[in-house]
């Protein structure tokens, strides 16, 4: 939420647009400490957003997003969209999106592409996880097709990075960072994860954070 959090003037920041039911509360906002040299048009400015960062290792494009959960369109007002079967908008929203990230990467052909954000699904391997295998599959082939790697495919639980949730449960991570294979190639990337809570038990979030340090 842009009214609680603000980093400037250390931080730019780019968003994606507001609902009406939400003002306020952009969904997506991208923070960077090094100049963003243009905010890039997406499919959904609702839920995605998209710029060109000046990095001190080059230019790369980060794209902000959030694919639906699996209510969305089902039930609730957290989407407008209406009529949609459980997981539908899920399936749809992958597909939408990952040809607009295939659209941004022709225009940019020689700039490394990341994207993250809300994923809505586990991708650690391990079964019973949130998503579904149809989604999974669907999300790995996008990949796939435009060479892009999925660098938070772990579990982060197993790894110590996260502790069990309010509710003792392992926690499964479903927000996830890919990043284009030429890059990936290029460096070496280590995925880490923090938890929603604090130490005394605050709750930040319904979602842990996850992030990767590039080293050369």
């Given at each position: ?23 306020d ?7 960077s ?5 243009e905010?890039?048009?997406?499919f ?6 998209c ?23 089902v ?109 990936c ?25 996850t ?6």
């Amino acid at each position: 939420m842009k009214t609680k959090i603000n980093l400037h003037p250390d931080y730019d920041a780019v968003r994606s647009r507001e609902f009406e039911q939400y003002k306020d509360q952009p969904w997506i906002t991208i923070w960077s400490r090094w100049k963003i040299l243009e905010e890039i048009v997406t499919f959904n400015s609702f839920r995605t957003a998209c710029c060109l960062v000046e990095a001190p290792f080059g230019t790369v494009i980060i794209y902000g997003t959030i694919i639906p959960y699996h209510m969305a369109g089902v039930s609730g007002n957290r989407y407008p969209d209406k009529g949609k079967k459980v997981w539908q908008l899920h399936l749809e929203d992958i597909i939408d999106q990952s040809s607009n990230w295939q659209n941004i990467m022709d225009n940019y052909p020689d700039v490394p592409f990341f994207v993250a954000g809300l994923f809505n699904q586990t991708r650690d391997g391990l079964k019973y996880g949130y998503g579904t295998n149809q989604g999974r599959k669907l999300l790995t082939q996008k990949l796939a097709d435009n060479s892009l790697s999925c660098v938070t495919e772990n579990d982060f639980h197993d790894l110590g990075f996260l502790k069990p949730d309010h509710n003792g449960k392992k926690r499964r991570n479903i927000d996830h960072i890919f990043i284009s294979n030429n890059f990936c190639a290029s460096i070496e990337i280590q995925a880490g994860a923090w938890d929603h809570f604090s130490k005394e038990g605050f709750m930040y979030s319904d979602h842990n954070g996850t992030y990767i340090e590039m080293i050369r």
